[in-house]
């Protein structure tokens, strides 16, 4: 039997005052877990800026758990980044995950501000020098759509922690072999910061197959398979909870001892396994939200 992880849950801002109240539902259901942090997605495009920065800051300010803010490069200069990075820690706000970003939906890729950071690596650069936060980088066990040849990922990560990132987060994937050789290149190419796994409990496949596609990470046919027949039968959520909670399982038994949720918002699948893995509610943080 592995120890219970530490765990750590991403939520997305809310853009209407239901999401707001599905938000405040989802962090009362987690906190009682003790994350060791929580943290807030950043739009594509930079679209929920300041839905992100609310978000950042009501959380901080009434349930006193760690917050950590997403950060991205895309659409801002230089100044606008770190004035936003800057407001995050005079609020008391000293985590990011800072990101290069996605650019909006159809705009053919990725191009840098003319006056912004041109990659990831150039954010974490600036926001290390500050010697404010603590930085978060993402990860990619399947290859990154972008990523110009085989093993660039792993060039480009070791790039964001020698640029002063402390760990990474990966985007989430569905077999752990993916997740194992990435490691292990990892630290073959002296990469020694932690590499905390992104789990992503499967509330809705049809939605999460088209969010995997965007993202390159690798559908395994086995699991569409699996998923048809669980939807026929009326049993996609028992399955959504074994499947991840056996490959958190695996990850435990694999050394691993943190894990980062996608919730979605979404708070019981996340908290099903978390329940089955051994991680108990704390009493004293049943009302924090
Ligand atoms: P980078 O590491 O900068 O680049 C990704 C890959 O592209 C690299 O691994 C490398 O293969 C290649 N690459 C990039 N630049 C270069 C270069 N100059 N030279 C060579 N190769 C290069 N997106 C949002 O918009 N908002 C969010 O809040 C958000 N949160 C996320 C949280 C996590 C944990 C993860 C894993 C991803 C998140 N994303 C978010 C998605 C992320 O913005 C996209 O995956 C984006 O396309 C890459 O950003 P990055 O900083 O991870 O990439």
Redesign the pocket.
């Given at each position: 039997m592995t120890d219970a992880p530490e765990v750590s849950f991403?939520f997305f801002p809310p853009k209407s005052l239901e999401a707001s109240f599905r938000l405040w539902d989802t962090v009362q259901v987690l906190a009682p877990l003790a994350p060791r942090f929580v943290s807030v997605?950043?739009?594509?495009g930079g679209t929920t800026r300041e839905l992100t920065r609310d978000a950042v800051g009501t959380l901080h300010k009434h349930t006193g758990l760690d917050v950590a803010a997403?950060l991205?490069c895309?659409n801002a200069t230089r100044e606008e980044t770190l004035a936003i990075a800057n407001g995050f820690a005079d609020a008391g706000v000293n985590q990011i995950?800072?990101?290069?970003?996605?650019p909006p939906k159809d705009s053919g890729g990725?191009t840098p501000h003319p006056d912004g950071f041109a990659?990831?690596?150039e954010l974490v650069e600036a926001l290390a020098e500050t010697g404010r936060f603590t930085i978060r980088?993402?990860?990619?066990p399947d290859p990154?759509p972008?990523?110009?040849y085989e093993g660039?990922?792993i060039d480009?990560?070791k790039r964001?922690i020698d640029a002063g990132a402390h760990e990474a987060?990966?985007?989430f994937f569905f077999e752990t072999e993916a997740f194992y050789r990435f490691r292990d290149r990892c630290e073959k190419a002296g990469i020694d910061a932690p590499i905390v796994p992104?789990i992503m409990p499967i509330e809705n496949w049809a939605g999460i197959k088209r969010f995997a596609k965007a993202?390159g990470a690798y559908i395994p046919a086995w699991l569409d398979d699996a998923f048809a027949k669980a939807e026929r039968d009326g049993r996609a959520d028992l399955l959504a909870t074994s499947l991840c909670t056996e490959m958190c399982t695996e990850l435990l038994e694999s050394g691993v001892e943190k894990l980062?949720f996608y919730t979605l918002n979404k708070p019981e699948l996340t908290r099903d396994v978390c329940a089955a893995l051994g991680v108990k509610p704390e009493a004293r943080l049943e009302h924090v939200a």
């Open positions: 991403e997605t950043y739009g594509a997403h991205t895309v995950v800072a990101l290069r970003g996605d990725f990659n990831s690596a980088v993402g990860a990619y990154h972008d990523a110009p660039a990922d480009w990560l964001k987060i990966t985007q992104g993202c980062h």
